[in-house]
């Protein structure tokens, strides 16, 4: 899709809820509003023009004993908020590139702490991750949150891809939604942040956006919950605060898991 020049700004909301088993929620989401002079952490709702600023929303689901897991996601947010502003000083260097090199520095932070602590061995996270700039929305992502893409006009489209072996054979029609949803190894994953991984290589892409079109970020607790078909209804018919409307829904339906759900509209 061609980016519009009529976009006047974007409107979010977002929430995590711990759900109805866990204890502690080790899931994180974030917003941000920044430019090369000035940068200012976003509410969990609100709106705001894109055309003096880039924005930057992301949902981290963190992994490992105790809190690490917390502490992990929490790490993954906090980094983007440092580093990501830093790339309007880097002249000429394509936005992939400052992704690419974001992720690292996350992977390294955590894998550094889970090496330094008895407590936080093995800890991880993942994260999906969508920079707005005017005209178009870069994205990466490892692991099993969702960046889902609602255009004004066609159909719902999943933007990543699970880092899972179970992804991989429902991407390749050897199970069906429902089969993927319940397999006994959908959370076992293939690619994250730290988890003892030597490497990471995230996924990125790029998507230019128009009025009217929404994007969804949430961790795999939405997915318990709700199938693609129920997500594509609540965004396109959605209530005055979106993300509290999806995070209720797959409460209701599931609540196993931490569920976060954070929802941008382009007006």
């Given at each position: 899709m061609e980016p519009q020049s009529n976009v006047q700004g974007l409107r979010w909301h977002g929430l995590s809820d711990v759900g109805r088993v866990r204890k502690n929620n080790e899931d994180s989401f974030l917003g941000l509003r920044f430019d090369a002079n000035e940068l200012h952490r976003l509410g969990k709702y609100g709106e705001a023009s894109?055309?003096?600023a880039d924005f930057a929303f992301a949902v981290s689901d963190g992994m490992g004993g105790a809190k690490s897991g917390e502490f992990a996601s929490q790490i993954t947010v906090d980094k983007i908020t440092r580093l990501?502003?830093?790339s309007f000083t880097l002249v000429g260097a394509a936005k992939n590139d400052v992704l690419t090199e974001l992720v690292h520095q996350i992977h390294a932070a955590i894998t550094a702490l889970g090496k330094s602590y008895e407590e936080c061995a093995g800890m991880g996270a993942t994260l999906s991750l969508c920079w707005f700039s005017p005209g178009w929305v870069y994205f990466a992502h490892l692991g099993d949150s969702r960046i889902y893409y609602l255009p004004a006009a066609g159909k719902m489209k999943q933007?990543?891809?699970d880092d899972t072996y179970v992804g991989w054979l429902y991407r390749n029609g050897k199970l069906n939604e429902r089969e993927a949803r319940e397999h006994p190894g959908r959370h076992s994953l293939q690619k994250a942040l730290g988890a003892g991984n030597q490497f990471v290589d995230p996924q990125l892409g790029v998507v230019g956006y128009q009025p009217g079109d929404r994007f969804?970020?949430?961790s795999d607790g939405v997915i318990d919950g709700l199938f693609d078909s129920q997500l594509e209804e609540l965004l396109r018919?959605?209530?005055s605060n979106p993300a509290q409307?999806?995070?209720?829904e797959a409460l209701a339906r599931s609540g196993r898991d931490n569920t976060t759900a954070l929802v941008i509209e382009v007006y």
């Open positions: 894109i055309a003096e990501l502003p830093r933007l990543t891809e969804l970020l949430c018919t959605p209530e409307q999806i995070v209720a």
